[in-house]
T-cell receptor
Framework: AQSVTQLGSHVSVSEGALVLLRCNYS??????LFWYVQYPNQGLQLLLK??????LVKGINGFEAEFKKSETSFHLTKPSAHMSDAAEYFC?????????????FGKGTLLTVNP | SAVISQKPSRDICQRGTSLTIQCQVD?????MFWYRQQPGQSLTLIAT?????????ESGFVIDKFPISRPNLTFSTLTVSNMSPEDSSIYLC?????????FGQGTRLTVV
């Protein structure tokens, strides 16, 4: 079985500051890893994903994440926060391969951006 | 990718009643997933719905409480039955045509 741990249920940054949201996973087989964003009163939107290949993946809105197998981590970063980045962020993991494998979500990190 | 239309977007219901949530996808998909997101919590999978067969429920969720229909490859419904205030949550429909999952906008349910 797989699991996801997001460190920090709430992260607050100033506009223009670095955003770092932490995600550690547990999986017995090579995982697929995802970051989703949820804006208020909306569904989840995919930010980026890691499947295979390059371990540094770039997503939408200037976000990127690096898959570090040795650390079992997939932290999300953005060099400069915008007010529009304020949202809930979810890290998710599933077993690589067929599409019917269960997707497991972390508890989420609420990002606040201060002017 | 996939575009999902989910309705209603929100509702306030009396306890003891039932609400049916609809999910329409713009392409044919084998499986559709229903999640619950309780206030301030992460997503919990309720069940997986395949066309032409009974839905598969996760531990803690039963068909009598959350009956699901899947009449074709682009549509599914989830019913929340005999509601109580503890059922107040966001309910999300999801599909996975490839590697990543796509989600509807969610149904925000308040039971009073």
């Amino acid at each position: 079985a797989q699991s996801v741990t997001q460190l920090g249920s709430h992260v607050s940054v100033s506009e223009g500051a670095l955003v770092l949201l932490r995600c550690n996973y547990s999986s017995s087989v090579p995982p697929y890893l995802f970051w989703y964003v949820q804006y208020p009163n909306q569904g989840l939107q995919l930010l980026l994903k890691y499947t295979t290949g390059a371990t540094l993946v770039k997503g939408i809105n200037g976000f990127e994440a690096e898959f570090k197998k040795s650390e079992t981590s997939f932290h999300l970063t953005k060099p400069s926060a915008h007010m529009s980045d304020a949202a809930e962020y979810f890290c998710a993991v599933r077993i690589s391969g067929g599409s019917n494998y269960k997707l497991t979500f972390g508890k989420g990190t609420l990002l606040t951006v201060n002017p | 990718s996939a575009v999902i239309s989910q309705k209603p977007s929100r509702d306030i219901c009396q306890r003891g009643t039932s609400l049916t949530i609809q999910c329409q996808v713009d392409s044919q998909v084998t499986m559709m997933f229903w999640y619950r997101q309780q206030p301030g919590q992460s997503l919990t999978l309720i069940a997986t719905a395949n066309q032409g067969s009974e839905a598969t429920y996760e531990s803690g969720f039963v068909i009598d409480k959350f009956p699901i229909s899947r009449p074709n490859l682009t549509f599914s419904t989830l019913t929340v039955s005999n509601m109580s205030p503890e059922d107040s949550s966001i309910y999300l429909c999801s599909v996975r045509p490839g590697v990543e999952a796509f989600f509807g906008q969610g149904t925000r349910l308040t039971v009073v």
